[in-house]
C-alpha cells in the first residue's frame, strides 16, 4: 500500500493522526460555550489539576514508599461489561447514521472483521507511524496493551469509601498528576473522563464518524480506503471505550489515567527504568499490572475514610509520624466529611 494509492502525503498524516485522536472531548462541547468557560475554576479544563484515589492504608504506604502507581490490565477489571457493550453501541450509532453515509462506507464500517477485532481487543500501537523508509505501509505492526489506574474527581463519595476503601481506607489528593507521571517516548499514558450516559457516548462516537466520513473521500484505491478506514475505527474505538461505562457506576465520576504499551516492549523486558511489571491473582485469575513511577511530591492530602477502626485522630497521628520517617512533611491528613454510617 503505497503513498500515492493511500491519498498522499497530506492524507496520510490525517490518518495516523485519526487513529490516537481523543474523541472523549466531544461531549464537552456542549457543556461549554467558549474557551473561559472550559478554563474556569470548575471548567473541564483543570479537571486534572486534582484528582483522588481511593485505597487502604496499607497501599498508601507502598505508593508512597516505592513512589509508584498501578495501572491494571484494563481486561481484567470488574466493570468490563461496558467494554464490550461499547461495540452494540457503535453498531447501533452506524445504523443512525446510515442514510447519511455513502453506501460503500456504510459496508466497510460493517465488516465483521472490525467487530472481531473489536472483541478479542487487539490492536496495533497508535503512535508509531506504520510506514518504512520506502513509503510503504510496514507489515510489522506492533500490538499494544492498554492498563488503567482508576481515579476520581471527588475525594469524598459515600460510594467510593463503601466500595474500594471501607475499612481502614484513604483518598488520596494528587495535585497535577498528569505532569508528574515520569513517562518515556516509547509509551504513552492518557488521562480522561469517563462518560456514563449512553448520549454522551455517542457524541463520542458520532463524532469519529464525521472525521471517517472526511478522509474516506480523499484516499483514491479501494483497498487502501477499507484497511484504512477500519484501521481508524478500530483504534479510535479501543481508545475511547476505556472511558466509558455502565451507568450505574456515574457515582464514581471517575478520571482514568491510561497507559499504553507496545507489547514487544514488555515482553522484551524494555520497560522504562523505574516501571515495574508482574502479575497479582485475584478470583483464579493472573492480572497482569505494570507499576508506573511518578513524583511524590504530587500527594497534596490524604483524607481518612469514615469507617476506620482506630478512629480519625489516632490514625492522623501514625500517618503524620510514617510521612516523617519518610521524609514528606508537607501531606496534609484530613478527615472525611461523610457520615459515619456509610
Known amino acids: ?60 504506604k507502598t505508593i508512597v514508599q516505592n513512589k509508584q502507581l498501578r495501572f491494571t490490565d484494563v481486561q481484567y477489571l470488574k466493570d468490563t461489561t461496558e467494554f464490550v457493550n461499547a461495540i452494540s453501541l457503535l453498531k447501533q450509532v452506524i445504523e443512525e447514521q446510515k442514510n447519511f453515509l455513502d453506501e460503500q462506507l456504510y459496508d466497510i464500517l460493517n465488516d465483521e472483521d472490525i467487530y472481531t477485532k473489536l472483541e478479542t481487543y487487539s490492536q496495533r500501537y497508535p503512535f508509531y507511524p506504520p510506514i518504512d523508509n520506502k513509503r510503504d505501509l510496514n507489515s510489522i505492526e506492533p500490538i499494544c ?10 475525594g469524598d463519595l459515600p460510594n467510593m469509601w463503601s466500595e474500594y476503601a471501607k475499612n481502614d481506607g484513604v483518598s488520596i489528593e494528587f495535585k497535577n498528576l498528569e505532569r508528574c507521571m515520569m513517562v518515556d517516548k516509547q509509551i504513552k499514558i492518557i488521562f480522561g473522563k469517563v462518560w456514563y450516559q449512553e448520549h454522551d457516548k455517542k457524541q463520542c462516537i458520532n463524532a469519529l ?26 483504534s479510535a474505538m479501543n481508545n475511547m471505550r476505556i472511558f466509558m461505562k455502565d451507568q450505574s457506576f456515574s457515582p464514581e465520576d471517575e478520571y482514568r489515567a491510561v497507559l499504553i504499551v507496545p507489547e514487544e516492549i514488555n515482553r522484551r523486558n524494555q520497560l522504562p527504568k523505574k516501571f515495574d511489571t508482574g502479575y497479582f491473582v485475584k478470583e483464579n485469575r493472573k492480572v497482569p499490572y505494570i507499576d508506573v513511577p511518578f513524583t511524590v511530591k504530587s500527594i497534596n492530602r490524604i483524607i481518612v475514610g469514615p469507617e476506620t477502626k482506630e478512629g480519625f485522630s489516632q490514625v492522623k497521628n501514625n500517618l503524620e509520624d510514617w510521612f516523617l520517617k519518610q521524609n514528606f512533611n508537607n501531606i496534609k491528613v484530613c478527615e472525611s466529611n461523610i457520615c459515619h454510617s456509610v
Open 145 to 154: 496493551k492498554v492498563y488503567t489506574c482508576s481515579l476520581s474527581l471527588h
Open 1 to 60: 500500500m503505497n503513498m500515492e494509492k493511500m491519498g498522499g502525503s497530506v492524507t496520510y498524516a490525517k490518518y495516523i493522526t485519526l487513529t490516537s485522536k481523543n474523541y472523549t472531548l466531544a461531549p464537552l462541547k456542549d457543556m461549554y460555550k467558549s474557551v473561559i468557560d472550559y478554563y474556569a475554576i470548575d471548567g473541564a479544563g483543570n479537571w486534572g489539576n486534582k484528582l483522588f484515589h481511593y485505597c487502604s492504608i496499607d497501599t498508601l
Open 209 to 234: 464518524l464525521e472525521d471517517i466520513c472526511d478522509i474516506f473521500t480523499l484516499i483514491p484505491d479501494e483497498w487502501c480506503r477499507k484497511n484504512m478506514i477500519q484501521t481508524i475505527l478500530i
